[in-house]
């Protein structure tokens, strides 16, 4: 069995939606897993925003151009009138929903049945149309089978069970359409995968199923080697392994959720990204497979904040470093990047909402430093001891950016380096053309 994972410009645009159809009707038997249209889910945000801030009025404004969107769409795909009859009712039905919930006092319960309507009404939409076309297809709702435990982890063993259950019930079936990002939380509300998690619902649903495959179809070709908004003539990847890809999901690569890739991994399911626009084109094959070129791909991310810790008072002792990581433990807060020497610790952080208290608790054990705006910038490929000269050609290409923290070694296919945000755009011109100008 395949899954395909479409995300939002794939099911935004009619021509899009007219190509993911080609793409899926075959015999193959497969699971379809849809995002929200382009741009829903941000507004699906606001309307719930709007609502945590009392702003009803604003807020049902908003919903119309939900409703707006959906409506305008469905009138240029669906031909027939008893197709637009069923949607129309659909679409009535759930944005009625959403009025009833702007209705109630304000809870995050409520929040995150706002924002995954967009998937729900997506794929109804979808599945109308290809009963339209007279395509057998099935629509499976995410909450049936998806959930998360409390640790926010998917809960595998009860996905597979309850999809696998699913898929029985519809024996002679070949399309299964479902939505991404949506799943139940422990305690069995609507919850979701964060955002972009439709790349992680269709790597668990693959994982689960033993698919011989997982294509993610986006609005581009795959992994770039360095980001095309802000370097010329970069490049498509055309294989990468589960570990640089993941290193690059991580850090900044838009072009996959961080998390996607670990249950394909797994398992060992290749993860192919193409481009819905560009359906001939290679994108990128990841798998076991990897090729030895020295340095593959850099990408940053943005607004990371580095901690400095810094103890004399500690010099050689054993305990320093194991109370500051039970500092970032207890507020939940996962350290990215870590330097140290023998006197202090450099690590870095994206997630801020505990700030404050860290600081609070790590003063305790060192003096501290707190520096914002800061940049990762990480590059994957074969680095390892054996290609020599691939770090010096790194730091050669970066002579003119400040560079605050250097990470290398903790395995052999990524180096990660610190620098402030400002220099960023000039640091990823600067490796493109040091690194990749002779490829
Ligand atoms: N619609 C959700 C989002 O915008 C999930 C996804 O697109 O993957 O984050
Ligand atoms: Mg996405």
Not at 1 to 30: A, W, Y
Request: aromatic fraction near 6%; proline fraction near 2%.
């Amino acid at each position: 069995m395949l899954v395909f994972k479409f995300g939002g410009t794939s099911v935004g645009k009619i021509e899009n939606i007219h190509r993911i159809v080609k793409l899926i009707n075959d015999d193959q038997p497969k699971i379809v897993v849809l995002s929200a249209m382009s741009g829903i889910t941000d507004i699906l945000y606001d309307i719930s925003n709007l609502h945590k801030s009392k702003q009803n009025n604003n807020a049902s404004e908003v919903i119309d151009i939900v409703k707006t969107r959906f409506l305008s769409t469905a009138e240029a795909l669906l031909f027939n009138n008893d197709s637009l009859k069923k949607f129309y009712s659909i679409l009535d039905d759930k944005i009625s929903h959403i009025n009833t919930l702007i209705n109630q006092d304000y809870t995050d319960i409520i929040k995150n049945e706002i924002i995954v309507q967009g998937e729900i009404i997506t794929t109804e939409l979808i599945q109308v149309y290809l009963e339209e076309l007279t395509i057998k297809s099935v629509l499976i709702s995410a909450v049936n089978f998806m959930s998360i435990n409390a640790d926010r982890e998917p809960n595998y063993m009860n996905i597979e069970s309850r999809l696998k259950d699913e898929l029985k019930n519809h024996k002679g079936t070949n399309i299964f359409i479902t939505q991404g990002f949506i799943c139940l939380n422990h305690k069995g509300e609507i919850d979701n995968l964060n955002r972009g998690g439709s790349d992680f619902t269709a790597t668990i649903i693959g994982s689960v199923i033993n698919a011989s495959e997982i294509q993610i179809w986006s609005d581009i070709d795959g992994m770039h080697n360095n980001d095309p908004r802000f370097v010329e003539n970069t490049k498509c990847i055309k294989n990468m392994s589960y570990q640089e890809a993941e290193e690059l999901a991580y850090f900044g690569a838009k072009v996959l959720h961080p998390t996607c890739i670990y249950p394909a991994k797994v398992k060992g399911i290749p993860v192919l990204l193409k481009n819905t626009l560009k359906p001939n084109n290679a994108g990128t094959y990841i798998s076991t497979i990897t090729e030895k070129v020295g340095i593959k791909a850099i990408a940053a991310k943005d607004k990371i904040t580095a901690i400095k810790i810094q103890s004399g008072r500690m010099l050689l002792a054993y305990g320093f470093l194991s109370k500051i990581f039970e500092i970032f433990n207890n507020y939940k807060t996962p350290v990215d990047m870590i330097t140290t020497s023998e006197v202090s610790i450099s690590v870095t952080i994206d997630n801020t909402s505990n700030l404050d208290n860290i600081v609070k608790e790590l003063k305790k054990v060192g003096d501290v430093e707190v520096l914002h705006n800061q940049t990762l910038i990480c590059l994957v490929g074969n680095l390892g001891a054996e290609t020599k000269g691939e770090l010096s050609r790194i730091l050669i290409a970066l002579k003119e950016i400040p560079i605050r923290m250097v990470s290398y070694g903790s395995n052999s296919n990524n180096v990660t380096l610190l620098i402030n945000s400002e220099h960023k755009i000039k640091a990823l011109q600067d490796l493109h053309s040091h690194l990749f100008s002779i490829n």
